[in-house]
């Protein structure tokens, strides 16, 4: 299952009290769904009964993304909330996310990405099946921009690295060509409106989905009327990359920067001892394994 359209920074917001439309695609004569939600909805009607009949998938994989989903960006990346969502259900999961480089990275990296992750995903189908793999946390896999060339794979912990968000203030007239402006604010004030009664977040909530350009937020009495002496204005959020303090080599933003595939564990529980050294354990048994088999091959 997929979503329409990039659903990058959307975090674990759901669609509610809204109709998604679902439609069949055939992919190398396998059938797949495209869904038009987030992809929180993909998982979550994937694995509701209501779309397959059949029983949950021994493994959900979310991705590829297109961007890294480092640190904090967890907390913003869609590819890691269906991830999550899927360990909410009970269900092991992987989220994959490419460190694509503008100018630099190009489609075919993605099928290259899947290579590199191919002998991850054998070996987690196989000892979920032995029900040795780790129950309490997803495995967040960030592939480095050249993946083919990668340094191997590392054990990787959770960082505290962001990009710093910037909100531009822009005029009404000067959006950027071609460009869908604050896309993502669209759903936002639906989910607004769905999380409060208030009526201006409701009446935002009605402007934005009938306005595909322009996001226009304006100030509702509390009776309803309209405020003469409102004020309209307009902003565009961009994220901006920083230098980054941390030279711990086993954070993942670094063992990304460094070439390494990173594979962290993320947990719906705050992390333990106990879930980390698990998850590592499991982790270096499978590439261990995983390189066994590919020498016996050649």
């Known amino acids: 299952m997929d979503c329409f359209r990039d659903k ?17 695609a055939e992919i190398d004569g396998a059938t797949a769904y495209e869904v038009s939600g987030t992809p929180v909805d993909c998982v979550s009607l994937a694995l509701s009964g209501t779309l397959f009949s059949w029983s949950k998938p021994v493994l959900v994989i979310s991705g590829i993304n297109r961007g890294s989903s480092c640190g904090h960006h967890t907390f913003y990346s869609g590819v890691v909330a269906g991830a999550r969502e899927a360990l909410i259900c009970g269900v092991p999961s992987l989220s994959i996310s490419l460190n694509w480089k503008k100018d630099e990275s190009q489609e075919s990296d993605f099928k290259d990405a899947v290579t590199v992750c191919l002998p991850l995903i054998n070996a987690a189908i196989r000892d979920i099946e ?5 129950k309490s946390c997803s495995l967040n896999i960030e592939i480095p921009t050249a993946p083919l ?16 968000p910037s909100w531009l203030a822009v005029s009404a007239n000067r959006h950027p060509a071609g460009a869908h402006f604050m896309s993502n604010q669209q759903s936002l004030g639906i989910q607004l409106a769905q999380l409060s009664r208030d009526a201006s977040a409701a ?33 565009r959020l961009e994220f901006l990359d920083k230098e980054q303090e941390d ?37 270096s048994t499978a590439l261990l394994t995983s390189e066994q088999q590919t020498s016996t091959q050649t």
């Open 149 to 164: 060339t990668n340094k191997g794979f590392k054990f990787t912990k959770q960082s505290m690295w962001r990009s710093t």
């Open 203 to 235: 009446g935002a909530a009605r402007r934005i989905t009938t306005q595909k350009k322009n996001v226009e937020i304006e100030s509702v009495g509390a009776a309803g009327k309209p405020d003469t002496n409102r004020v309209k204005k307009f902003f």
């Open 130 to 134: 032995k029900g040795v793999f780790p």
């Open 8 to 24: 990058s920074v959307s975090g674990h917001s759901v669609t509610l009290r809204e109709t998604i439309a679902v439609n069949s």
């Open 247 to 283: 030279t711990e080599e086993d954070l993942d933003f670094r063992a990304l920067e460094n070439g390494f595939v990173a594979i962290t564990p993320l947990s719906l529980q705050p992390q333990t001892g106990s879930n980390t050294q698990a998850a590592s354990e499991w982790i």
